[in-house]
């Protein structure tokens, strides 16, 4: 199982915090860095950093780990403009830059900064069509005609060494539809087994149908990992994150179980982490929704010692 952090700017943080963050993953040995794209959270406002633009800044400060965007929302730019953007960073990564899009969907961040927010029906077309987009710019010299988008049959220079397309999102038809089609990864948040099940039958029928091989799909999960090092330390841990959901601790565990999401003393931790590999999942992605000074690197040490087995 491949491993990464993925970390909330929006909730607050700064550039400095975010490149101790990115090169204390890299040292740790982790696979991947993701970070969100928001430019306010829904709650409160607090200093936030643009998503692509530090991504150039850690570009430079790191040599092997893989950087992601979880995800751009397709209504902050054009398609030309994240096709562009995306072969910069690959250029700057080295081919270690992975490009996720998606719909958009914070309302509240769109509203309040005077961004239009589409519905859903037009979001999802025009995600379609930036997803085409990019397969054009990024490769097939063909150009792309849509109903709010176009590129011209040009070549799109340079072109990218490998930039990895992970589409992300909820939904249960368009979104794994997609996925299938045009994904190097798919990407959820931590859910039942009921539902990855047929988020991923929809996805790698998607894929059959285009004539990719689904298994070159990468599937992967972002979501807490609820670790301690002893059962007293746990139970201590499940009393308090419970509290916060409004939950007791019996039925807080009940939930981290029903959504697969890893918990437990390490060994349990881990048990968890192997059966998500077994049901197909190739990365799991440590999400912290938290004030970037707030993130506990030696906490998180812990935990992915525990993820490892």
């Given at each position: ?92 990564t080295g081919g270690r830059f992975a490009l ?59 072109r990218p060494v490998n930039v990895p397309i ?107 982490i192997t059966d998500l590999e077994e049901m ?30």
């Open positions: 199982m491949e491993l990464g952090l993925m970390v909330e700017p929006q909730v607050g943080g700064s550039y400095a915090r975010l490149r101790e963050l990115v090169l204390w993953a890299e040292d740790q040995g982790l696979d991947a860095f993701a970070r969100s794209d928001h430019y306010l959270d829904q709650e409160r406002s607090a200093p936030t950093t643009d998503a692509l633009t530090t991504l150039g800044g850690l570009a430079e400060a790191t040599d092997t780990i893989q950087l992601v965007v979880l995800v751009t929302p397709i209504t902050f730019r054009h398609p030309a403009v994240i096709a562009k953007t995306a072969t910069t960073l690959d250029e700057m996720g899009v998606g719909t958009g969907w914070m309302k509240g961040e769109h509203d309040m900064l005077g961004m239009d927010l589409p519905e859903l029906g037009e979001r999802f077309d025009r995600f379609h069509e930036t997803l085409s987009y990019l397969h054009a710019a990024f490769g097939t010299s063909e150009g792309f005609a849509g109903d709010y988008y176009s590129l011209a049959p040009i070549d799109v220079l340079p992970v589409i992300g999102g909820s939904g249960m038809k368009k979104t794994p539809t997609y996925a299938g089609r045009f994904a190097d990864e798919y990407n959820m948040f931590v859910t039942d087994s009921e539902t990855l099940d047929r988020r991923l039958d929809v996805m790698r029928t998607a894929a059959a149908d285009a004539g990719r091989d689904p298994g070159a799909v990468k599937v992967s999960l972002a979501g807490p990992a609820v670790v301690a090092a002893t059962d007293h330390e746990y139970a201590t841990l499940l009393a308090e994150r419970g509290s916060k959901r409004d939950m007791g601790a019996s039925e807080y565990e009940t939930f981290l179980t029903e959504r697969n999401i890893p918990h437990g003393v390490p060994a349990q931790a881990a048990a968890v197909g999942i190739g990365r799991f992605y440590v999400q912290q929704y938290a004030h970037l000074d707030d993130i506990d690197t030696d906490e998180l040490s812990s935990v992915f010692r525990a993820l490892r087995g």
